[in-house]
């Protein structure tokens, strides 16, 4: 995850620390009757559904949202938030350690995604030696297939 969000006392606050604080508000409130995996799933859906709000209608938007209202970047904030905190709650209740798992497949993307495939100033017999690591489909992709234009490649995460 990038960006550290500061804690009271001023530190990065970890995937742990919000996994304990909504098991605890969770707890608090008699709620876990109602925190089952599928029902944690569809709340997280509809939240994506209110991130996906803050942008409809706007047209593409440039990185950092420099004409955005403070409101609105609140707001945006917020809805990260709900996303983020389902995703951490169902995590837990699927006994999945989030941050673990996260890493794990940051590394699998690294291998089915070699830096130069991308990178056109490594040499071809760089990439040739690549493709021998990884034979799924989604290793032929090439970076002129899915540069969206700014750099940025698009659903290759999955
Ligand atoms: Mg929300």
Request: proline letters at 4%; one cysteine or more.
């Amino acid at each position: 995850m990038t960006g550290e969000v500061p804690k009271e006392d001023g530190g990065a606050v970890s995937l742990e620390d919000l996994r304990q604080k909504m098991v605890d508000f969770v707890k608090e409130r008699d709620w876990e009757k109602y925190h089952s995996p599928r029902n944690l799933l569809l709340a997280l859906v509809g939240e994506v559904g209110e991130l996906s709000e803050c942008f409809q209608w706007k047209g593409e938007v440039p990185k950092g949202l420099p004409d955005w209202k403070d409101e609105e970047k609140q707001h945006l904030g917020e809805e990260l938030s709900d996303v983020l905190l389902y995703l951490v709650q169902l995590s837990h209740y699927c006994g999945i350690d989030l941050g673990k798992a996260a890493l794990r497949k940051v590394h699998l993307n690294a291998i089915k995604h070699p830096v130069n495939r991308y990178i056109k100033s490594i040499p071809e017999e760089e990439n040739k030696k690549s493709d021998d690591v990884d034979d799924d489909d989604d290793s032929k992709i090439t970076n002129q297939d899915n540069n969206n234009g700014n750099g940025m490649t698009e659903n290759l995460q999955n």
